[in-house]
């Protein structure tokens, strides 16, 4: 096909030269025979670029050619045609992925860099009462939540944000937010039902344990009452074990309460700035009634943080109790570091540390790695899921670190806006 293009396309060109060549030349005139053939040859040309000119332009017809000009315009027709099969392939595959989208229950909504919406689902729309003429609108000017504000503005989208998206229709929104090339990706879910279910748990769970907490005093006075007295032997140690079980189930309802009360807390602004080195200090003096153990505060800087003094005393009382409790006799270690601008705190323990199966489920609700041995610790196994919410509320996580025989570290990074950090020379305070 190739070389009979070749074959074609040079009688093309030579056949005019030298027919005219010829022609005129038996006629005794071979130079101006030359030129004519010359001159037909190259009009022809013309012809046939002129004719591809207009074809490749869409205003004429594919040119019949039987030289490269023809064999070339059929090699393009052909690759045309299959890049438009092509074509349709993807588009098929994209309206296929289209339709797949929009049939989502949960909403999608894709927005530039700057947060310009380039497109939503229809469950978007109907989630975030979008209408299709917001498409290019900035995202924020159509949620307009505080906490999503927030949120957004952050640009630190490694975790969910849970919020109330209006108040009047009371609806509660999921969302999460992933950046894929340049653009973005808001999955947008309605949790309304399930935030009415856990409210209902949270109440229930607050309602019961403060019934519970009147009852329970009595008993406990009571009991205390009867520990006093000079009882026969065998009730003497009946008062004693129920004395030590009201006060497991007193340690419970408290930190039931106290859970739901976190559970339950929105604060509406950051708290306060108060001297963290002087509240770990506090913790760390009221805790060594226990006195078993060797209790040390290392800080390298003078820290101050902004949040809610009482629920970082709490994430410190039960993080040093539990190092006390279940590390054994060795020193526990508590550090207050400065980690470029923001502060670490650190809690470890030399103790026989836990094995790496039970970390990620240490903050679950009375989760506990061997029950029969901590009941005698005396636990209510709730401890740290009280301090996994308290570090919430300041935007941090609690990072577990353990090695079985070694000990334990319990730590969090207060985030730069919370963390204000002086400097001053190294410092250990040992307490005895
Ligand atoms: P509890 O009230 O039982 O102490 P927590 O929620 O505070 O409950 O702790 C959950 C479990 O984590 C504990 O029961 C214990 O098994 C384990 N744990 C917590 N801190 C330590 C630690 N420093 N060393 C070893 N195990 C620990």
Redesign the pocket.
């Known amino acids: 096909m190739f070389k009979q293009a070749w074959q074609h396309e040079l009688f093309n060109a030579l056949f005019p030269i030298i027919a005219g060549f010829l022609l005129a030349g038996s006629l005794g005139y071979w130079l101006e025979g030359l030129t004519l053939g010359l001159g037909v040859a190259l009009c022809l040309m013309l012809l046939r670029l002129r004719a591809l000119h207009r074809w490749s332009h869409e205003q004429g017809p594919a040119p019949q050619d039987n030289g490269m000009i023809g064999y070339s315009v059929d090699h393009i027709i052909r690759r045309e045609q299959h890049l438009k099969k092509r074509l349709e392939q993807q588009q098929k595959q994209l309206q296929r992925y289209q339709q797949g989208i929009e049939s989502l229950q949960d909403g999608v909504v894709i927005f530039n860099e700057e947060g310009y919406i380039l497109s939503f689902n229809s469950a978007a729309a109907t989630l975030l009462s979008l209408r299709r003429s917001d498409v290019k609108q900035h995202i924020l000017n159509l949620i307009r939540s505080p906490h999503f504000v927030q949120y957004f503005n952050s640009r630190d989208f490694h975790q969910s944000l849970q919020f109330d998206f209006n108040q009047r229709s009371k609806r509660s929104l999921l969302v999460q937010i992933t950046q894929f090339d340049v653009d973005k990706v808001m999955l947008v879910r309605d949790v309304t039902e399930r935030k009415r279910v856990e409210t209902m748990r949270q109440n229930f769970i607050a309602d019961v344990s403060h019934e519970l907490r009147t009852p329970l005093t009595v008993i406990n006075g009571y009991l205390e009452m009867l520990s006093d007295m000079s009882l026969p032997p065998p009730l003497a140690k009946a008062i004693q074990q129920m004395d030590t079980q009201s006060q497991r189930m007193k340690t419970l309802v408290n930190d039931l309460i106290e859970l739901s009360k976190l559970e339950s807390l929105r604060h509406g602004d950051a708290g306060q700035w108060f001297d963290l080195v002087q509240l770990t200090r506090g913790v760390i003096d009221q805790l060594q009634e226990y006195g078993v153990n060797q209790l040390q505060l290392v800080h390298d800087a003078e820290c101050e943080m902004l949040g809610f003094a009482e629920e970082i005393r709490a994430v410190l009382t039960?993080l040093t109790t539990?190092?006390i409790?279940?590390?054994g006799d060795e020193p526990i270690t508590v550090t207050l570091s400065a980690q470029e601008d923001r502060i670490k705190v650190s809690v470890q323990?030399l103790?026989p540390?836990?094995a790496s199966e039970h970390i990620s489920h240490?903050t679950e609700r009375f989760?506990?790695?061997?029950s029969s041995r901590?009941s005698s610790v005396g636990?209510?196994?709730?401890?740290?899921?009280i301090v996994k919410h308290a570090l919430e509320h300041h935007d941090c996580v609690l990072d577990i670190e353990s090695t079985l025989g070694k000990g334990?570290c319990f730590s969090f990074v207060l985030p730069a806006q919370r963390s204000r950090i002086g400097i001053k020379a190294n410092t250990a305070e040992p307490n005895h």
């Not at 989760?367 to 061997?370: F, H, K």
């Not at 636990?379 to 899921?385: P, Q, R, V």
Request: hydrophobic share 30%.
């Open positions: 039960n539990n190092a409790k279940y590390g323990d103790g540390g836990i240490l989760y506990r790695v061997d901590e636990g209510s196994g709730l401890g740290l899921a334990s």
